[in-house]
């Protein structure tokens, strides 16, 4: 007997009892399939008010962005007259997808901004904004000023409202006004909402009914249709929607209340049903997994083909097919990945390595790649694994660099492909090395300086504190002259020497010119600087050059300066190096 007509046979009895069982639990199922709608339409519509939520706090976050700003708090005191050209013009509303943005004073005085109007790129103020104003200030107290987020129907339009003090960056100092933010929720949002929770209907009103109970208004097995009054804790709002409930939980109560039913008809053919399944499915389909699990565990190559039951010997038969398959493929992957110069490994999602090739062993042994594994997917787990695979680059191990790539191919199957950078990494250390340092002195050049110095500029300004130091060596020239460039060239050598010696590690020290060193102290004041520069003049005294014709002492000349935001870069090195000739003449360290 052929699994085909077995099962013929089996689901024509089925079909028929189930049809007459049906008859008479129809009307209990509807009851419970109607019950069941209206839970999740309860569950729908709480989604729904956390989504505008979400929006509420969106956008309130970003009124408390731009109204906890010094620039638009030196505005809202007349300090910032340029403040409108640059922020409150078309591009601003449409670059942060708002309708209003709206600049008051405490008492509700219009200082700038308004509603846009889209179509003609028009910034305006209406007796509707007006009103807006001046109902919402009215509600206000020193509770809700600083978290103030409401939905309204505003102009007859659904409307996300939030207002904040405008304040410092720091978010300090007396309120000057306040920061009116707003968006429209055109029908085109709303539709799209409707769509996120497979809604048929989403309509936002004013409420005629200030009760926060749940009315269902129709209910059937097509559609359902309720309204959420007090929506988002506001009795003056209520949410009509309408959608119709599919899926699995449909499906699951059917067959819950099918199964309840039906379960004690069905013990009195279970014991003949399971005797023809144990006979034509069971003990097969048994004795095929068995084989399988021989083949999975290198017992045997092969499933037998003596089965009796035709479907059985075809699927053994497709089996043993597919296992030729898979031999064959799997000894050119082998082929191919030992060839390569690369790293091969296969591993399965509990880091058990499943393959590794010939090169891999030359970097790790077994503990080693899986320790090494799991480092590599713990560092990945912030990275986008996007298609089922993930780069990682510049990955350092045992003095080795490598870039890898992680492949997902399978379920619970990953391919890692690495490929030994070292010798590259070496030499673009070596080329940013050069760029950046000199070759004499091995401090930072110039050009680098240039670069770090627009940085420190930045940080001062935000109130970070640095000091500048202009060392330039004495008589350097006159020794060239007397004693040679060479001698000159390890004068210049010790100042670095002793500039390296005598500074912290946070600190940046450059060749500036010739005869000439620029050093920045980060984090520190006057005094900490003046106390370093001691420290290397008198490092530069206890050293000496000795030649074949006599011993020099290298001293050098130090300007010392406070980099804040009151200096500009080029006045600050031009003070300093003035310092450094001052110096000259006084022998002491010159500072500003």
């Known amino acids: 007997m052929s699994l085909k007509k077995f ?9 028929s009892f189930l049809l007459i069982s049906y008859i008479f639990i129809y009307k209990f199922l509807e009851f419970g ?14 989604k729904v008010e956390f989504y505008f939520q979400k929006e509420l706090d969106k956008l309130h976050n970003l009124t408390k962005d731009w109204a906890a700003w010094d620039e638009a708090y030196l505005f809202m005191q007349n300090k910032q007259p340029y403040f409108i050209k640059s922020n409150i013009i078309p591009e601003t509303y ?7 943005l709206l600049y008051t004073y405490l008492n509700g005085g219009i200082k700038a901004g308004g509603l846009f109007n889209k179509e003609n790129k028009k910034i305006y103020i209406n007796k509707e904004i007006l009103h807006l104003v001046k109902s919402t200030l009215e509600k206000f107290s020193k509770k809700n000023q600083y978290n103030y987020k409401k939905l309204i129907i505003f102009i007859n339009k659904p409307f996300i409202l939030a207002v904040y003090p405008v304040l410092r960056s ?4 007396v309120p000057k006004g306040y920061l009116f933010m707003g968006k ?26 200030p009760s926060p109970e749940i009315n269902f208004i ?3 097995l097509k559609e359902v249709i309720l309204e959420k009054t007090w929506f988002l804790n506001d009795q003056a709002l209520k949410l009509r929607m309408g959608y119709i409930v599919v899926g699995e939980s449909l499906i699951r109560s059917f067959i819950f209340y099918v199964v309840i039913t039906q379960i004690s008809l069905l013990l009195i053919f279970a014991i003949m049903v399971s005797f023809l399944i144990d006979k034509h499915i069971l003990k097969p389909l048994l004795k095929l997994l068995k084989e399988i699990d021989q083949v999975k565990n290198k017992e045997k190559t092969r499933l037998s083909l003596e089965y009796n039951t035709k479907e059985y010997e075809n699927l053994a038969k497709v089996i043993n097919k597919f296992l030729e398959d898979i031999s064959i493929r799997e000894n050119i992957y082998k082929t191919v990945a030992e060839k390569t110069e690369n790293l091969i490994i296969l591993f399965d999602k509990e880091r058990n390595i499943i393959f590794q090739n010939t090169n891999t062993k030359r970097y790790f042994n077994s503990e080693e790649l899986k320790s090494f594994i799991n480092k590599l997917l713990e560092e990945a787990k912030g990275l986008n694994f996007s298609e089922g695979k993930l780069k990682i680059n510049e990955i350092s191990f045992k003095n080795y660099w490598f870039n890898f790539q992680v492949i997902k191919v399978f379920k619970d199957l990953y391919l890692l492909i690495g490929q030994n950078i070292t010798e590259l990494k070496l030499k673009e250390d070596a080329l940013f090395r050069m760029a950046t340092h000199d070759f ?25 504190k640095f000091v500048l130091l202009f060392i330039d060596c004495n008589d350097l020239k006159k020794i060239n002259d007397l004693y040679g460039h060479l001698v000159g060239d390890e004068v210049l050598k010790s100042v670095a020497k002793a500039i390296k010696e005598n500074i912290r590690k946070e600190d940046l020290a450059s060749r500036w010119g010739g005869d000439e060193f620029v050093v920045i102290l980060n984090h520190c004041d006057k005094n900490t600087g003046i106390k370093i520069a001691e420290r290397i003049i008198s490092n530069l005294e206890s050293s000496e050059i000795k030649t074949d014709f006599a011993k020099i002492k290298p001293s050098v000349s130090i300007g010392l300066v406070e980099i804040d935001e009151t200096k500009e870069i080029n006045e600050i090195l031009n003070l300093a190096d003035k310092l450094s000739y001052k110096s000259k003449e006084t022998g002491k360290i010159e500072y500003d």
């Open 7 to 15: 099962f013929s046979l089996f689901f024509i009895f089925i079909f």
């Open 33 to 46: 399939f109607l019950s069941l709608k209206k839970e999740e339409a309860k569950k729908v519509i709480s």
């Open 94 to 100: 449409l670059n942060l997808k708002i309708d209003l």
């Open 170 to 173: 720091d978010f300090t100092g």
């Open 184 to 209: 429209f929720l055109t029908s085109e949002e709303l539709d799209a909402v409707a769509n996120l929770f497979n809604i048929k209907e989403l309509k936002i009103l004013k409420s005629d009914k």
């Open 218 to 220: 129709k209910v059937d």
């Open 440 to 464: 004499l002195t091995d401090l930072y050049n110039r050009r680098y300086l240039e670069d770090v110095l627009q940085r420190i500029a930045a940080a001062s300004k935000r109130g970070e």
